[in-house]
């Protein structure tokens, strides 16, 4: 595949974009680029009727012109209007997701954080890790991540502590003690202890 670098301020962004990107993730991509460089092209389409348009590379070429980047390398496609925002949404929905099972064989957790992880994105994946279950099956239970401020974990941890003091859980085939006190907490709040 041939690359080109183009003028940053030639490039003109997709008026379709969906794609956006928080604050975190804007600084993880800025992080990314003062690291390593632009390691990822642009891909841009060179029809008449949509030259320079941005096929895939918004947040990238927003982060290079935000860091004073004047050249970034593109890839160039010459696509009707409806097959570029064909391939744009392609693009943005080919995200895919994490084996966390390889992900924490292979890194440890102060890494993955210094290269953009929350740690409680990497602590969240890991509680499923802990139920002792034959590999591939973990039907019928479900990971579940959540984000909470500062007070309402404490709350939460209290909470949770309360419910293991309570004892052994019955008949929840669930060997996961945080899974099953945060059950029985739902069950109190719902009237059903």
């Known amino acids: 595949m041939e690359t080109k670098n183009y003028n940053i301020n030639d490039l003109i962004f997709a008026e379709y974009n969906p794609r956006k990107i928080n604050d975190k993730q804007k600084q993880d991509l800025t992080d990314s680029i003062k690291r390593f460089g632009f390691v990822e092209p642009v891909i841009v389409n060179v029809s008449e009727e949509r ?24 890839v160039e496609l010459d696509l009707t209007r409806d097959k570029e925002k064909e391939l744009n949404v392609r693009m943005n929905k080919a995200g895919g997701e994490w084996d966390w099972d390889i992900l924490n064989q292979n890194f440890e957790v102060p890494e993955l954080v210094e290269f953009g992880f929350l740690e409680n994105e990497i602590i969240g994946a890991d509680i499923i890790d802990d139920i002792d279950l034959p590999a591939g099956d973990k039907s019928p239970h479900e990971q579940m991540t959540f984000i909470l401020t ?27 003690s945080n899974g099953n006190a945060i059950a029985r907490v739902c069950e109190n709040f719902n009237g059903r202890c």
């Open 51 to 74: 030259k320079n348009i941005i096929i895939s590379g918004h947040q990238r070429v927003k982060v290079a012109k935000e860091m004073g980047i004047q050249f970034v390398p593109c």
């Open 150 to 176: 500062a007070e309402q974990k404490t709350q939460l941890d209290n909470a949770m502590a309360k419910a293991k003091e309570m004892g052994e859980f019955i008949d929840t085939h669930n060997e996961n």
